[in-house]
């Protein structure tokens, strides 16, 4: 909700008061335990646009998914409401506001976090990456003008470890999770990052 009686919830405006420039949505947690719908997802990637916030929105599937093959169609589905909300905010190329300046591009990111890859020490094959976020890239291109800033993450068990081998993929960054909380463990990815 933009604003309201939401008590434990903190609106894009007050993000953005604060000054906060990126907000993690959709991650894991948010959809499994507390619920949240795809739909709700893009809700909130729309207030955080709104608000001049750049939305860093994680899509991924539980192990049972992606144990099953399912995992191409299972993250669509997750896109698919963001990708409706986008086409709608999209500006064109020769869009203007008001004062007639140009609109600038929709800036996002798209986060793939393997649910089962989340704190677990596994990290999935770096080809099966590569094939997840192909097909994000597909989507979001397909779907869309060319009028917006994309980047795309990878999150899950990212970690010294894993890092060389990560950051041979084309990716644009990564969403260090429990790592991120050990300043010399987050040292150690940067620098071989």
């Known amino acids: 909700h933009a604003n309201g009686p939401f008590t434990g919830?903190?609106?894009?405006?007050?993000l953005r008061q604060v000054g906060c420039q990126f907000c993690i949505i959709g991650h894991s947690e948010r959809r499994t335990i507390l619920n949240e719908t795809s739909e709700m997802i893009a809700q909130k990637a729309q207030h955080l646009l709104e608000c001049n916030i750049e939305p860093i929105i994680c899509v991924g599937e539980p192990r049972e998914v992606y144990e099953n093959g399912n995992t191409f169609s299972f993250?669509?589905?997750?896109?698919?409401?963001?990708?409706?909300?986008?086409?709608?905010l999209e500006p064109t190329p020769l869009s203007f506001d008001d004062r007639g300046a140009n609109h600038p591009p929709i800036?996002?990111?798209i986060a793939y976090e393997p649910y089962w890859a989340i704190g677990t020490d596994i990290t999935p094959e770096t080809s099966y990456v590569k094939s997840v976020?192909?097909?994000?890239?597909?989507?979001?291109?397909?779907?869309?003008?060319e009028h917006?800033?994309?980047?795309?993450?990878?999150?899950?068990?990212?970690?010294?470890?894993?890092?060389?081998?990560?950051?041979?993929?084309?990716?644009?960054?990564?969403?260090?999770?429990?790592?991120?909380?050990?300043?010399?463990k987050f040292k150690n990815i940067v620098s071989l990052g």
């Open 9 to 14: 919830q903190v609106s894009a405006q007050s």
């Open 75 to 88: 993250i669509e589905e997750q896109l698919n409401p963001v990708v409706k909300m986008l086409k709608i």
């Open 107 to 109: 800036s996002f990111s």
């Open 133 to 145: 976020v192909e097909m994000i890239r597909s989507i979001i291109k397909k779907q869309l003008n």
């Open 148 to 184: 917006y800033n994309m980047q795309i993450l990878y999150g899950g068990s990212v970690s010294s470890e894993t890092i060389s081998q990560l950051s041979t993929l084309d990716l644009d960054g990564f969403l260090v999770g429990g790592a991120s909380l050990d300043f010399q």
